[in-house]
């Protein structure tokens, strides 16, 4: 009898002890915050149009992120990775902003010349944004956010310059696993649907708009 009663008392502390571990792992109560490495892998369909006149043009391009930047041309501006930081100024409720830079360069040689450098892209954006997280579990929750993206990307060298500066309206779904305490990984789709933007290559100027969607990913930790 004894046996079976520390028994039920062993299972009853280890129940109580996953609960209040659950608990402790809560997430977006007012006065956190969480700072994030964001979209860390993802991939991501990418729409430009570019217009001038009465002529215009689109390009699609797949992306793939994987920790890099897949900013290669003058193309891609939204996916990849950045730095965000996020304030619950109420339960649930919460105001950030991200920010990002890539850059990308190189050389070529031949055995018949010396080595050159190719052209080098470099893009800046900043992403102020909205969210609202919903507790589906102590260690799941849904937290859609809601902002603005503005990005600026520039090529220098090789070609001559160009830049590209684009808006869009960001939207995320996020869905957050908190395995550990602080510690928060996601995933789910980010939509940067392109409001303005231009673009110049010195020569001539366009009208540019970008629409990017696709699924990313990013780890967080909140304090």
Not at 162 to 182: M, N, W, Y
């Amino acid at each position: 009898m004894s046996a079976r009663i520390a028994g039920l008392t062993l299972i009853v502390a280890v129940a109580l002890s996953a609960r209040v571990g659950a608990q402790d792992a809560s997430f977006a109560r007012r006065g956190d915050t969480a700072l994030g490495i964001e979209r860390l892998l993802g991939v991501t369909w990418t729409h430009a149009r570019t217009s001038n006149g009465g002529s215009s043009e689109s390009e699609n391009v797949v992306s793939i992120t994987r920790v890099t930047s897949p900013v290669s041309a003058l193309l891609s501006t939204y996916s990849y990775p950045r730095l965000g930081l996020d304030y619950f100024f109420a339960d649930a409720v919460s105001v950030g902003i991200a920010a990002g830079y890539a850059q990308t360069t190189g050389s070529k040689s031949s055995s018949s010349s010396s080595s050159s450098d190719l052209a080098s892209f470099h893009s800046l954006l900043l992403a102020p944004r909205f969210g609202y997280a919903h507790a589906l579990d102590p260690l799941l929750a849904l937290w859609p956010r809601i902002g603005a993206t503005y990005a600026h990307v520039w090529r220098s060298g090789l070609g001559g310059s160009a830049t590209l500066d684009q808006l869009a309206l960001t939207l995320e779904v996020i869905l957050l696993i908190k395995p550990f305490s602080h510690v928060c990984l996601s995933v789910g789709p980010a939509l940067d649907l392109g409001l303005a933007g231009s673009s110049s290559n010195g020569f001539r100027s366009n009208d540019t708009t970008t629409t990017e969607i696709g699924l990313q990913t990013a780890l967080l930790v909140d304090f």
